[in-house]
């Protein structure tokens, strides 16, 4: 099975910065994911299987950056003016569809990094 790793994750105040990163990346779309205490997972963004094309949530465009590095085996979501609304699990995860913002055409997924955002 693709093994996904997040690292990255942590407490920041609102209007902080943080990156997260994902290990074991792959010819796949990759897509970050977040779901809060009793919320459904949502997504967040997406990139294409070789970098050229991003695809981000109205909730986080502006403010977040994907990419990836495929030499690196690795992708990265830089997250800027964070908000409290922000805080949640994130996860990474790999799919074969592009674009796609649904959970369920991603197939593999990570266990996940926590992000919390302070007032």
């Known amino acids: 099975q693709v093994q996904l790793v997040e690292s990255g994750g942590g407490l920041v105040q609102a209007g902080g910065s943080l990156r997260l990163s994902c290990a074991a990346s792959g010819p796949y779309t990759m897509g970050w994911f977040r779901q809060a205490p009793g919320k459904e997972r949502e997504f967040v963004a997406a990139?294409?299987?070789?970098?050229?094309?991003?695809y981000y949530a109205d909730y986080v465009k502006g403010r977040f950056t994907m990419s990836r590095d495929n030499a690196k085996n690795t992708v990265y979501l830089q997250m800027n003016s964070l908000k409290p609304e922000d805080t949640a699990v994130y996860y990474c995860?790999?799919?074969?569809?592009?674009?796609?913002?649904?959970?369920?055409?991603?197939?593999?997924w990570g266990q996940g990094t926590q992000v919390t955002v302070s007032s």
């Open positions: 995860a790999a799919g074969r569809k592009w674009p796609s913002n649904e959970p369920g055409t991603f197939d593999y």
């Open positions: 990139v294409s299987r070789i970098g050229g094309g991003t």
